[in-house]
């Protein structure tokens, strides 16, 4: 199959889909690899690095495109990589449809089959090409939030840890999943006051027996959350619904009750985010303060380590680009977690999920998938 590698080109994006080595490996099983030159350049793999395994350099995103089936990218299509899909496209990316209805709406116009990694599922229910990204994403969130404390940056002038005899902030976390747990661990190495909030006792029961009480988890209802909120320096909002809206936990009246200084860190704004004041910023601008309280909301938090994201992704999502490219969209229909990562296929939404959001119909994924294939070549 002839699989396509462009530069990203949303604001700020330092990631690139695969690393030399990874086009190695599809090179080495007969598949034609396309990069666009430069994509590997702000994580640091430069053009000569894909060549010497075998990858061809192409010099745009229309090159790309008009080149390749398989098109494997780090986030989602921007306005001027609309136009250049097609219906002979299957497009592999992180697409977090839920929090845009214009994205969802080209993408279904293009005719291309379009598959999320953030919705793609293995035999244990897990989300293994979320996972590396949610790990960077806890992690920094806590870094994020530590740095908007300061004074400096509108903050409340807190040390994340204290010092003896002076209390460490309190940070509070909603949702225990890999990017809540992860935040925990930072947090609890800086030395802050950590609790955790989720739904599901037995996600509660996994990190207490982590922590040994070094972290408070508790059962979250919204009263509670709310309750704890108001007392919270750092809230760190990590709620996940695979495919979906994030729920709002914190509304603006809330928010406006929170000291003044207070930082959220919104992990969930690539899924429309979980709080009433929250919108999508930049790592460009990270920052806005709204009713005093400083908001950290960057679509895209794992960017900001652009090479360790890039080995981490590569490393989740390289067997499935080889079985993508060795079988085309009939692998889809021998796993069902791969199934369940395909969002969009020749017009037709098949995230139940996403319909919901927008009132857009949808169909069955596997039904969509019977009605029309079409043969890929290496």
């Not at 690899?33 to 060549?51: E, I, L, P, T």
């Amino acid at each position: 199959m002839r699989i396509g590698i462009p530069k990203e080109v949303k604001v700020g994006e330092n990631r690139v889909a695969l690393t030399p080595a990874g086009a190695a490996e599809l090179s080495a099983a007969g598949h034609s690899v396309y990069v666009m030159r430069g994509a590997g350049s702000a994580s640091g793999f430069a053009d000569v690095a894909y060549q010497q395994v075998g990858a061809s350099m192409v010099d745009s995103l229309a090159e790309v495109y008009a080149c390749a089936e398989l098109i494997v990218k780090v986030k989602e299509p921007q306005q001027e990589e609309f136009a250049l899909l097609n219906h002979r496209h299957i497009l592999f990316t992180y697409l977090h449809l839920a929090a845009s209805r214009e994205l969802t709406e080209m993408l279904l116009a293009s005719g291309a089959s379009c598959i999320a990694y953030e919705t793609l599922v293995d035999a244990q229910g897990r989300l293994p090409l979320l996972a590396p990204m949610s790990e960077i994403a806890g992690r920094m969130a806590v870094q994020a939030g530590a740095h908007h404390l300061e004074m400096a940056q509108g903050g409340k002038g807190i040390l994340l840890g204290g010092i003896p005899g002076v209390a460490p902030a309190n940070v509070l976390i909603l949702g225990g999943g890999v990017v809540g747990a992860n935040a925990a661990a930072m947090a609890v190495g800086m030395g802050a006051q950590v609790r955790v909030m989720d739904k599901s006792i037995a996600r509660l029961r996994q990190l207490d027996d982590l922590w040994r009480g070094r972290v408070v988890c508790e059962y979250a209802v919204q009263a509670r959350i709310e309750e704890l909120a108001l007392t919270a320096d750092l809230v760190i909002g990590s709620v996940l619904n695979a495919g979906a809206s994030a729920p709002k936990l914190l509304g603006r009246d809330l928010i406006r009750q929170m000291g003044s200084g207070s930082v959220l860190v919104d992990v969930a704004i690539d899924q429309g985010g979980c709080f009433a004041t929250s919108r999508p910023t930049t790592h460009q601008s990270p920052t806005y303060i709204e009713e005093g309280v400083v908001h950290y909301c960057v679509a895209n938090i794992p960017s900001a380590v652009g090479r360790t994201a890039t080995l981490g992704l590569t490393n989740a999502t390289l067997s499935y680009i080889v079985r993508l490219a060795d079988s085309g969209l009939a692998v889809l229909n021998s796993d069902a977690g791969f199934r369940a990562g395909l969002n969009i296929h020749h017009g037709q939404l098949t995230q139940a999920a996403v319909g919901y959001s927008f009132g857009i119909p949808f169909s069955d994924v596997s039904l969509a998938l019977s009605k029309r294939q079409i043969s890929y070549k290496k």
